[in-house]
């Protein structure tokens, strides 16, 4: 069965530094992934996506990630946080057929200044 | 433009009462989704639409029960209430359910009394 990791619950990083969230799925065929981030009390917005090609993709608001099949990890990284990037962030899956998005538990990131 | 709006924010209703949940998306999506989320969790699927019929539901209580008029709208109409449904609904759409990605409302906030 699908299922995705997200091993750090809680994240402080300074401002100005870098981060980097770890992910790791477990899927049999290619995994269709993506980050997602979520402001308290909001909805989620989709940061970045990996189908298929370039194993490091761009996403919105200087957000990076990369594909690493050999590790099963989709890490998601940023040069520099920014006080507004403090939120939760989701790792997912989706399954084959495309119905259904299987979540992490979410990474807390708060950013010190 | 990637909006699905959701109305109202925030609902606060009764065991007995019967409210509905709305949502909209102009992006011409084929597939919605309607999520479940309590606090300091990922969404939990609850139902699907694929070209306006209900393609998966996933177990849940018959007091909980979707509509979709047509490929824009999906509503969520609710009926005798358990405080522990209290949570934030989340409405998603996507091209269709081959995997895209899904672009998530800013959610409904209900709280059962």
């Known amino acids: 069965a699908q299922s995705v990791t997200q091993p750090d619950i809680h994240i402080t990083v300074s401002e100005g530094a870098s981060l980097e969230l770890r992910c790791n799925y477990s899927?049999?065929?290619?995994?269709?992934l993506f980050w997602y981030v979520q402001s308290p009390g909001q909805g989620l917005q989709l940061l970045l996506k990996?189908?298929?090609?370039?194993?490091l993709v761009q996403g919105i608001k200087g957000f990076e990630a990369e594909f690493k099949r050999s590790q099963s990890s989709f890490n998601l990284r940023k040069p520099s946080v920014h006080w507004s990037d403090a939120a939760e962030y989701f790792c997912a899956v989706s399954n084959q057929a495309g119905t259904a998005l299987i979540f992490g538990k979410g990474t807390t990131l708060s950013v010190s200044s | 433009d990637t909006e699905v709006t959701q109305t109202p924010k925030h609902l606060v209703m009764g065991m007995t009462n019967k409210k509905s949940l709305k949502c909209e998306q102009h992006m011409g999506h084929r597939a919605m989704y309607w999520y479940k989320q309590k606090a300091k969790k990922p969404p939990e699927l609850m139902f699907v639409y694929s070209y306006e019929k209900l393609s998966i539901n996933e177990s849940v209580p018959s007091r909980f029960s979707p509509e979709c008029p047509n490929s824009s709208l999906l509503n969520l109409h609710l009926h005798a209430l358990q405080p522990e449904d209290s949570a934030l609904y989340l409405c998603?759409?996507?091209?269709?359910?081959?995997?895209?990605?899904?672009?998530f409302g800013p959610g409904t906030r209900l709280t059962v009394t």
């Open positions: 899927y049999g065929a290619t995994p269709y």
């Open positions: 990996y189908f298929s090609g370039d194993t």
């Open positions: 998603a759409s996507s091209l269709r359910t081959d995997p895209y990605e899904q672009y």
